[in-house]
């Protein structure tokens, strides 16, 4: 294979053999001798202090090796990504804060020996005042969801840029909106689970679905005061993630209970125990101002944004500062002021979920374009060209954009492309029954840990003249960054692609490359390869052509570290640089709206994305194909509904999620390559973006269809029909 | 708890075992078996992760209970692959088309491709689309997937 097949072409995946022929391992999978089987009592209160938990019932069942509680724990006992707010589970005196919350867990011989004993487990509530939304949290005298804390505010942020008073005094029209999004869960379709063994050297290993082994076992040790030395973790086969996959889920209860029994435990989720207890997205409620120049230039925006935090802080603080970086889109604003604010609840933990954070101001910002366009008289494209991000251009963070901004591309070939195709944006109302509508957007996100967080990985290279080892953290959750990696080595070490073994993920055996997530990891991890095995192909080439095996293999090491970003100043929310790197997109969708029933049905899209240069087109366009039917679901089915902070929607048939007749029949990918300068080979991140223009499209295009505005996501059929006026 | 015995064809094997009465189709192949190829998403119907080829027809394993498949030959991802190792014209439409991300949803979605070709050898799209509807995948918007039973149903009809 040529380099130029190489980087760009569509080599197969190098996990691909191994799951078409079953033989793909995933934790469900694992079978050892005298392996217990974990299960975890969870919560049925939003809010309650836990008076008594007697666990001692479940033990006296034969068959039970261990039940346990939080006082079970030496060590601190909770967990969490930036706070660790998170109790393992309860303790006599501590609170649950969810419907869900893990309360107490056991080891048994068998699956159903551990359902039986979790039924002997005694726990007295004290019920508390349920914090069931962000109204309600921030209201004066709120009860406190942490009462080690003032307030339920977790994070907020104030931005300002420009002088918004003034941009607004020069705008000739000013639209306003108010947009709602809900929980969403990630609903990967292989549910959490994993296995934990305590070796004869007293350590455990743990073996799990993750997105990072490192951080993993950082929070485990944290959890239960144990030297990190003492574990170690493998990456199984991985049934997806997109962020869900980013917290703990049953890594800590497994090694506890595997310490408790010495024996193997293994735990796999229900899927009712994966909608209930996993993370979900953040539901955001939006209010946007946005004034323009009747030529359709932006003068100023005003944002104000509530985030539901949830029960316990996980990543919210990242999520809420991310979706101010992006909080108008792809567009230029001189003037802008947010203020933003993520507060705790008794709901569901809210959490990384791909975007990021990005999805819910994406869907606000393209919603009042369209808006805006159409107050205007002007083409929806045409008023999103004027304004788009250009190399230059400064954002509202102050940062200014370097090279590589693909925004303009991304929204030329999605519009061309559409118009090839009959789609054209306001070409009319259709009459009847069943009406059709095309609707344009954007989307932008940052590539990668920004705002002054260290965003760094490790590579390992070892060469032999023939062929070569690559050892990297960096988990393979089907995005396809084991092939990426393989081939960015293979390009540098002159191999073909079979001769370059990508190592598991093993903590034991490979460097911390961070998390995969963020879209980081072709370009952080990426970078450090190439690195790794330019220097590994320098040492080789020194050693002449016939090496003495004593030499071999040569082994390079190299830690990349990405650009430097700043945290945002905490009075303007201004910083030098917010990101290091950034994608853009565009995507034209057509959609028919059946006025009697509400329903929206996809019937073509085109989507253009940037980015930056693709290392494999097919895997490239596998993520824009799947990022743009998860949007579709986040745009029209898709909500984890609670009733008074009780979960609905605990089975996939209550948890809706497309399904491939929902998906449009063709989805038209079109891949740009505007280089990131830092990038490897000019890559970016692709993995998120595919996702942010779909609910701004598919809004634009319900409007064009039927001359409604769908302000909240889902848009459900009964949205649908109360918009129209029919319910 | 009733106990049955059981007999059947498993990937070309015949197989015995006993099963309690409440014991799925899905349970008996992964845990009696060890054939974890068969993946569980959902236990309930809803995902098609475990979907198997039962007396030629695609079901979903966790909604048949073991002891209605006795007397009956199933087939599972293990028995795909052609005598010899060869894999499957739907395995290699499958990896070349770039149908694989997770892999999760993959077994299901090879069985429920091949019982559709078995049965349709030339389908059309809206055929596949309708083949593949019981079949969740979160990962690749289906247009690979649909695209690898396309090039399958043409290398087969090549090969005949």
Redesign the interface.
């Known amino acids: 294979m040529s380099p130029q097949d190489l980087i760009g072409g ?1 080599p ?2 190098i ?12 934790p ?2 694992l ?1 050892v001798e005298g392996m217990l089987f974990g299960r975890v009592l969870r919560s049925p209160h939003r809010h309650a202090r836990i008076r008594r938990i007697d666990v001692a019932g479940a033990r006296v069942l034969p068959g039970v090796i261990a039940a346990v509680c939080g006082d079970d724990i030496a060590g601190p006992g909770t967990y969490g990504l930036v706070t660790p707010d998170q109790p393992v589970l309860s303790r006599t005196g501590g609170k649950v804060r969810f419907v869900g919350d893990a309360v107490a867990a056991v080891a048994a011989e068998s699956p159903e020996l551990a359902d039986a004993a979790l039924d002997m487990i005694e726990v007295d509530y004290d019920l508390l005042p349920a914090v069931l939304g962000t109204a309600a949290a921030l209201a004066p005298g709120a009860p406190l969801v942490h009462e080690d804390r003032s307030d339920n505010v977790l994070h907020s942020v104030h931005l300002r840029h420009g002088d918004p008073a003034a941009g607004f005094a020069g705008a000739d029209v000013v639209v306003e909106g108010h947009y709602t999004t809900p929980f969403v869960d ?6 959490e689970g994993g296995m934990a063994a305590l070796g004869a050297d007293g350590r455990v290993t743990v073996w799990v679905a993750t997105q990072w082994a490192a951080e993993d076992l950082r929070q485990i040790a944290h959890a239960l005061a144990l030297p990190a030395g003492q574990l170690r973790e493998i990456v199984t ?6 962020g869900g996959r980013e917290d703990i889920s049953v890594q800590i209860v497994l090694v506890l209970l595997a310490l408790k029994t010495g024996r193997p435990v293994k735990m796999v989720y ?2 009712p125990e994966s909608l209930v207890a996993g993370t979900k997205r953040h539901p955001f409620e939006m209010h946007y101002r946005t004034g323009a120049t009747r030529a359709g230039k932006l003068t100023a925006m005003e944002i104000r944004m509530v985030a539901n935090a949830g029960a316990y802080a996980s990543t919210t603080l990242a999520v809420l500062n991310t979706a101010v970086t992006v909080a108008t889109g792809s567009y230029l604003v001189p003037h802008v002021a947010v203020d933003a604010v993520a507060a705790y609840t008794n709901l569901p933990v809210t959490a990384a979920m791909r975007g990021f954070g990005s999805n819910q101001p994406n869907y606000a910002v393209e919603m009042q374009m369209s808006k805006l366009a159409d107050l205007l008289g002007m083409d929806p494209a045409e008023l999103r060209r004027l304004n788009l991000y250009r190399s230059g251009s400064t954002l509202h963070t102050g940062q200014v954009l370097g090279a590589g901004v693909g925004a303009s591309r991304a929204l030329d070939s999605a519009v061309a492309k559409g118009a090839a195709l009959g789609l054209r944006p306001g070409s009319g109302r259709n009459q009847g029954s069943k009406r059709r509508g095309v609707g344009v957007a954007c989307g932008f996100k940052n590539v990668g840990y920004n705002l002054g967080w260290d965003d760094f990985s490790t590579a390992v290279v070892e060469a032999y003249p023939d062929r070569a080892t690559v050892k990297i953290g960096a988990c393979e ?4 960054v084991t092939t990426a990696m393989a081939q960015l080595a293979a390009s540098r070490l002159e191999l073909p692609l079979a001769a370059i073994h990508v190592e598991t993920v093993d903590t034991d055996r490979v460097p911390d490359s961070g998390s995969s997530s963020a879209s980081r990891q072709t370009f952080v991890t990426g970078n450090a390869v190439l690195r790794a095995a330019d220097e590994a192909s320098r040492r080789l080439a020194a050693l002449g052509p016939n090496p003495p095996g004593s030499a071999l293999p040569i082994v390079a090491e190299v830690t990349y570290h990405a650009p430097a970003t700043y945290a945002m100043d905490p009075a303007t929310g201004q910083t030098q640089s917010a990101n290091y790197s950034y994608g853009y997109g565009a995507q034209v969708v057509e959609v028919e709206v059946d006025t009697g029933t509400g329903e929206v049905r996809v019937l073509q899209a085109v989507a253009s994305h940037d980015a930056g240069h693709a290392i494999n087109l ?2 490239v ?2 993520q ?7 949007s579709q679901g986040y745009s029209l089915l898709e909500e984890y509904a609670l009733q008074d902070g009780r979960p609905k929607t605990t ?3 209550t948890f809706l ?1 497309p ?3 929902d ?1 449009p ?3 038209h ?1 079109i891949v740009i390559e505007e280089p990131d300068p830092e990038g490897p080979y000019g890559a970016k991140g692709i993995g998120e973006m595919t996702m942010l223009p779909t609910p701004g499209a598919i809004g634009a295009a319900i409007h064009d269809a039927t001359g409604v505005w769908l302000d909240d996501l889902p848009m459900t059929p009964e949205r649908v029909l109360r918009a129209l006026g029919s319910i | 708890m009733s106990v049955h015995a059981l007999k059947l064809t498993v990937n070309g094997e015949v197989r015995t075992g006993e099963v309690g009465g409440t014991t799925t189709l899905l349970e008996f192949l992964r845990d009696g078996l060890g054939l974890t190829g068969t993946k569980d998403g959902c236990s309930e119907g809803d995902c098609g992760a475990c979907s198997v080829i039962l007396n030629g027809q695609a079901v979903k394993s966790c909604l048949v209970l073991a002891a209605q498949a006795d007397g009956g030959t199933v087939l599972t991802v293990e028995g795909l692959s052609l005598p010899g190792g060869r894999l499957h014209p739907i395995q290699e439409a499958f990896v070349a088309a770039g149908a694989v991300q997770c892999g999760y949803c993959t077994p299901g979605m090879l069985m429920a491709a091949t019982a559709l070709l078995d049965s349709n050898p030339s389908p059309d799209r809206a055929q596949i689309r309708v083949a593949l509807s019981g079949n969740l995948c979160r990962c690749t918007g289906y247009v690979k997937i649909v695209q690898a039973v396309e090039q399958a149903a043409a290398a087969m009809d090549r090969d005949r």
């Not at chain 1, 824009?624 to 998860?630: K, L």
């Open positions: 569509r197969t995946r996990d691909a053999f191994d799951k078409v022929t079953g033989q793909a391992l995933y469900a999978d079978r990630h609903a990967f379709l292989q549910p086969a991985t049934g997806g993630a997109f229900s899927r959750v089907g995005q396809g097919t895997q366009e596998g824009i194909e799947g990022g743009f039917v998860m089975t996939l048939a999620m399904t491939v007749l998906a029949s063709e989805i990918a």
